[in-house]
C-alpha cells in the first residue's frame, strides 16, 4: 500500500502562487501515474493534473497554462505548481496514486485563494 501526504497549502491573495508536495511512502513510486484532485464545498472532486510513469502530462482546461505538475522519482514526491490563483480554486487539494484495483488518497490540504 502507497501513503501519500499532501503539504504546502494555504491562504494566498488572487493572483498569488502556491506550490504543493506529494510524498509517498512505499516502494515503486516511479512505476505508478500520479494525480492532483480538488475538491471545493459543495461539488465533486475533480481531476486536475495527471503526470504519468513516463513523465507525460495532462491538465484540466481551468489551471491549463496557470498549474504545472512534476515528479521527483529519487524523493518519490510530486508536485503542483499553482500560478495566478484564482478565487474559483480555493479546495481541499488531494493527490493519488492508483495500484491495480488499490486507490490511494492523501489526506488533502487546503488551498484559499481570498483577498
Known amino acids: 500500500q502507497v501513503q501519500l501526504v499532501e503539504s504546502g497549502g494555504g491562504l494566498v491573495q488572487p493572483g498569488g502562487s502556491l506550490r504543493l508536495s506529494c510524498a509517498a511512502s512505499?516502494?515503486?513510486?516511479?512505476?505508478?501515474?500520479v494525480n492532483w484532485f480538488r475538491q471545493a464545498p459543495g461539488q465533486q472532486r475533480e481531476l486536475v493534473a495527471t503526470?504519468?510513469?513516463?513523465?507525460?502530462?495532462n491538465y484540466a482546461g481551468s489551471v491549463k497554462g496557470r498549474f504545472t505538475i512534476s515528479r521527483d522519482n529519487a524523493q518519490k514526491t510530486a508536485y503542483l505548481q499553482m500560478n495566478s490563483l484564482k478565487l474559483e480554486d480555493t479546495a481541499i487539494y488531494y493527490c493519488?496514486?492508483?495500484?491495480?484495483?488499490?486507490?490511494?488518497w492523501g489526506q488533502g490540504t487546503q488551498v484559499t485563494v481570498s483577498s
Open positions: 493519488n496514486i492508483n495500484r491495480g484495483s488499490q486507490s490511494n
Open positions: 503526470i504519468s510513469s513516463g513523465d507525460s502530462i
Open positions: 512505499g516502494s515503486a513510486f516511479s512505476f505508478y501515474a
